[in-house]
Structure formats: structure tokens, C-alpha cells
């Protein structure tokens, strides 16, 4: 079984950038797709982006042209690079492995979380 250790959350002023790491253990983990999720309080979680295996990439329209998706299989490391921060940004972010089907990104694998806080 493959565990995910994120990293790299904090607080950070609107305008800012974070960089958000997702560790995996395994040698599978080239193997999957890569997806970020995030989660505030009282709504439920939702799609930040995905990397596919061969390294296609997509984004909810929320984060486009802010947020970068990327992924080192020789670190088993997956990243998410933040620029532009808001504070709607804030939440909860997850990292998950899973499969792509009809381009959405099915999560088998998710991680404990990191936490975002961007402040006005």
C-alpha cells in the first residue's frame, strides 16, 4: 500500500505563493495519476488539478494560470506550486493517487493533508 505525506502548507499573505509536496512510498507511484484536492470547513472536498502518468495535466478553472501541477517519479514526489494566493484559497489540501477515467481523476490513495491559510 502506498502512503502519501504531504507538505509544505502554512500562512501566507494574499498575493503570495506556497509549495505544496506530496511524498509517496512505493515504487508505484509512477504509475498513477496525481491529483490535489482541497477541502474548507462546512463544504465538501473538491478537484484543484491533476498529472496524469506520461505528465498531462488539468485544472479547475478556479486555479488556472495560478496554481502548476507537477511531478518527479525518480523522487516519488509530486508537487503543487501556488502563486497568486487568495484567501478562497484557504483550506485543507490533499494529495491522492489514482486513475484518470473520462478525464477526471478517480483517487484510490489519499494523504493526511496540509493546511493552507491565506490571509487578506
Known amino acids: 500500500q502506498v502512503q502519501l505525506v504531504e507538505s509544505g502548507g502554512g500562512l501566507v499573505q494574499a498575493g503570495g505563493s506556497l509549495r505544496l509536496s506530496c511524498a509517496a512510498s512505493?515504487?508505484?507511484?509512477?504509475?498513477?495519476?496525481m491529483g490535489w484536492f482541497r477541502q474548507s470547513p462546512g463544504k465538501e472536498r473538491e478537484f484543484v488539478a491533476h498529472?496524469?502518468?506520461?505528465?498531462?495535466?488539468a485544472y479547475a478553472d478556479s486555479v488556472k494560470g495560478r496554481f502548476t501541477i507537477s511531478r518527479d517519479n525518480a523522487k516519488n514526489t509530486g508537487y503543487l506550486q501556488m502563486n497568486s494566493l487568495k484567501p478562497e484559497d484557504t483550506a485543507g489540501y490533499y494529495c491522492?493517487?489514482?486513475?484518470?477515467?473520462?478525464?477526471?481523476?478517480?483517487?484510490?490513495?489519499w494523504g493526511q493533508g496540509t493546511q493552507v491559510t491565506v490571509s487578506s
Open positions: 512505493g515504487r508505484t507511484f509512477r504509475t498513477y495519476a
Open positions: 498529472i496524469s502518468a506520461s505528465g498531462g495535466s
Open positions: 491522492a493517487l489514482g486513475l484518470i477515467i473520462n478525464n477526471n481523476i478517480t483517487p484510490s490513495m
